[in-house]
């Protein structure tokens, strides 16, 4: 069994900084992708951010410049650094991951997501 475990959510004042961190747990051969998506209330789910294996990210242009992703291999971790935020950024932020997992039938490919953590930038 998979598990992703967020952490860092909160409440800031705009221009403020927070920090997530997700790590994956379980029986893991390997991870992919992993990235950070968010969905705010009446909106659907939308990509904030990934990066892949090697390390290399990708970002939304409504993030870019503001917020950084990164992981940690050894682990099984991904961090989303988020600077000058704005209120437009509150939602409920998830992270995402495509992991290889150990099966008894053989190893399985699937894409798992945390439980979402809440960011909220007041004005």
């Known amino acids: 069994q998979v598990q992703l475990v967020e952490s860092g959510g909160g409440l800031v004042q705009a221009g403020g900084s927070l920090r997530l961190s997700c790590a994956a747990s379980?029986?893991?051969?390997?991870?992919?992708?992993m990235g950070w998506y968010r969905q705010a209330p009446g909106n659907q789910r939308e990509l904030v951010a990934a990066?892949?294996?090697?390390?290399?990210?990708d970002y939304a242009g409504s993030v870019k410049g503001r917020f950084t992703i990164s992981r940690d291999n050894a682990k099984n971790s991904v961090r989303l650094q988020m600077n000058s935020l704005k209120p437009e950024d509150t939602a409920v932020y998830y992270c995402?991951?495509?992991?290889?997992?150990?099966?008894?039938?053989?190893?399985?490919?699937?894409?798992?997501w945390g439980q979402g953590t809440q960011v909220t930038v007041s004005s």
């Open positions: 990066i892949t294996k090697g390390g290399w990210p």
């Open positions: 379980g029986s893991i051969f390997s991870i992919n992708n």
């Open positions: 995402n991951a495509d992991i290889v997992s150990y099966a008894s039938t053989g190893n399985r490919r699937s894409d798992y």
